[in-house]
């Protein structure tokens, strides 16, 4: 098969997968509605952007990073576009041979800190008055401006990081902190550290596994990480010829929890399952509290007709997800897991002011029973009894993961916004703001986008202040 038909088979490339190939900056958006002038701060959102036709096999992660970028001030928004300006980026510019997608195999370089490409297309984190791109499977973390997307240095962090950070590391927002996870992909290991404002690495801890692992995510309370040792694992020939062939493994899912400062990890049992993503995590007296998006079976079976030598691909990318939360007895060792909802839903988003502590609110898109993955819907969710509020986009109109933004003035913890990142599937796209205490009503403000948003991964809000 050609490339041409290669890609024309992956729908990962095409409708509001799509990729966009010019980098713009508009500074006067029009909006539909009327912003609010308490909403002072930006949005921004990740995911892969595929700079030309891919060569070969391509997966959806592989593509290079591309963030997108919203900032609101005094009832008026502009709007940029930047690659994400990684290593690997900028060696492919200069002539160098591109690093492997997951395709192929890894490629092991006794100076690279990586086995496949580095896109740092996954995840965003302000930390330190800088925006970092992080990418899912460890690497390095790349920094951003925050008002003008272009690229500045790491400073002291740079020098600081011993090896990678995980995209899903958390900012602590009491003490500005990163609290890192990293993992050894074809080896049995992971670590967690945390590097302080300023850079300065304050712990650094090695955690043994009985075997690879891929982790994606992890929780944070004020005095523990938890870490996911998870039952979808390497096959046996994929570790011996370092190639991504992943199976189901008979063995339960297991959080280690582990103290922030440094100490031996507590590990709790539970039923098996596999987690993307963690909603938030806090203590509870005696116990450990982590809610999170557990994966449900999706039903769905691989299509050759359909997506030829990507079925494999679609049918694992279709993500069905429902809330859960487990509880972890530090002192007896014991754990209880439960179910908060039926629905599907996941990339969530809560108020980052409460990150690592007990919150009432969550925001997730709705995930369609579909074998793509589109979003159809927000839900504004109440932690404390697994209700919820449903945001509709419209027909044939799917979103992207939403931020929450508090007001200015707020009073309480879901005084503010949402906001996201909505596209149809004609090419267009807008930001909506909605009123979170009125969820269900139609956005206050509608910004129109100057070029279509792609699908992607995962975003973060940072407010006026962080913006300097």
């Not at 002291?156 to 990678?164: Q, T």
């Not at 003490?175 to 967690?192: H, I, R």
């Not at 993307?276 to 116990?287: D, Q, R």
């Not at 007709?305 to 060792?333: C, D, I």
Request: aromatic fraction near 10%.
């Amino acid at each position: 098969m050609s490339e041409t038909e290669l890609n024309e088979r992956n729908p990962y490339l095409h409708g509001i997968y799509a990729p966009v190939t010019g980098e713009v900056s508009v500074d006067a958006l029009e909006v539909m509605g009327e912003l609010p002038r308490d909403l002072f701060g930006a949005y921004f959102r990740n995911g892969p952007n595929p700079k030309s036709p891919p060569a070969g096999m391509h997966h959806w992660f592989d593509g290079e990073g591309m963030v997108h970028a919203i900032h609101f001030e005094d009832g008026k928004a502009r709007y940029r576009n930047r690659f994400v300006p990684t290593a690997d980026l900028a060696d492919e510019r200069a002539g160098q041979p591109a690093m492997p997608g997951i395709f192929s195999q890894a490629r092991s370089d006794t100076h690279r800190r990586t086995v496949y490409k580095d896109t740092a297309n996954t995840d965003l984190v302000v930390h330190d008055g800088k925006l970092l791109a992080l990418w899912y499977i460890s690497g390095r973390p790349v920094a951003m401006d925050l008002r003008t997307l272009e690229p500045v240095e790491l400073g002291a962090m740079g020098a600081a990081i011993p090896r990678n950070v995980s995209a899903h590391s958390k900012i602590d927002p009491k003490t500005g902190e990163l609290v890192f996870f990293d993992y050894a992909l074809y080896e049995p290991k992971m670590w967690t550290g945390t590097i302080a404002k300023g850079g300065a690495l304050t712990h650094y801890q090695e955690i043994e596994l009985p075997g690879p692992r891929l982790p994606h995510d992890m929780g944070m309370t004020e005095n523990y990480v938890i870490l996911h040792d998870l039952p979808v694992v390497f096959t046996k020939k994929a570790i011996e010829n370092k190639v991504w062939q992943i199976k189901v493994a008979d063995q339960p899912t297991r959080f280690g929890v582990v103290p922030r400062k440094g100490g031996e990890p507590k590990w709790f049992s539970f039923p098996t399952s596999y987690i993307y993503h963690v909603i938030n995590s806090w203590e509870e007296g005696e116990e450990v509290v982590m809610v999170a998006c557990k994966m449900v079976p999706n039903g769905f079976t691989p299509d050759p007709e359909s997506h030829g030598p990507y079925a494999p691909m679609v049918t694992v990318l279709a993500l069905r997800a429902q809330p859960f939360v487990w509880r972890m007895n530090m002192k007896t060792g014991e754990g209880r897991e439960e179910q908060l909802d039926e629905r599907l839903s996941e990339f969530p988003a809560i108020h980052q002011g409460y990150a690592g502590q007990k919150n009432a609110f969550s925001y997730h898109v709705v995930m369609d029973d579909h074998v793509e993955q589109r979003y159809s819907a927000v839900l504004k969710y109440d932690l404390r009894d697994g209700t919820s509020v449903e945001h509709r986009f419209g027909p044939g109109v799917y979103g992207s993961e939403p931020v929450f933004a508090p007001r200015a003035s707020g009073t309480s913890e879901d005084d503010g916004y949402v906001i996201t990142f909505a596209t149809t599937a004609g090419g267009k796209s807008e930001a909506l703001v909605i009123d979170a205490q009125n969820f269900s009503s139609p956005p206050i403000a509608r910004v129109q986008l100057p070029h279509r948003v792609p699908a992607g991964f995962h975003a973060t809000w940072a407010d006026g202040a962080q913006l300097g």
